[in-house]
Nanobody, 121 residues
């Protein structure tokens, strides 16, 4: 069982930045970030593979968001720059025990509780 705890959400003006953190209670292979806006389905944002450090981003955040991990701290980060109002959502950290790239919510076995990100105009 992997427990995930997110932090770092908040209210920011458009064009601003936030950094989200996800602390993992034990080893996790691939760790992903997802988000869910009111009335919408949960969508993939980014993921990072342990070992290779390979990253993958959705088209909507490519070039603005950066995912990284500090294995010594068992923490994965999501640096979000040039934020837009449409980035407003609850952001979730998710993990899978194995490595491998997947953007599907079903590909992740463990989920955090989420952290709210609100971008104002």
């Amino acid at each position: 069982q992997v427990q995930l705890v997110e932090s770092g959400g908040g209210l920011v003006q458009a064009g601003g930045s936030l950094r989200l953190s996800c602390v993992c209670s034990r080893y996790a292979g691939t760790v992903g970030w997802f988000r869910q806006a009111p009335g919408k389905e949960r969508e993939f944002v980014a993921c990072i593979v342990r070992g290779s450090g390979t990253t993958y981003y959705s088209d909507s955040v490519q070039g603005r968001f950066t995912v990284s991990r500090d294995n010594a701290k068992s923490t994965v980060y999501l640096q979000m720059n040039s934020l837009k109002p449409e980035d407003t959502a609850i952001y979730f950290c998710a993990a899978r025990a194995t490595t491998g790239m997947t953007t599907a919510t079903g590909g992740y076995s463990y989920w955090g509780q989420g952290t709210q990100v609100t971008v104002s105009t």
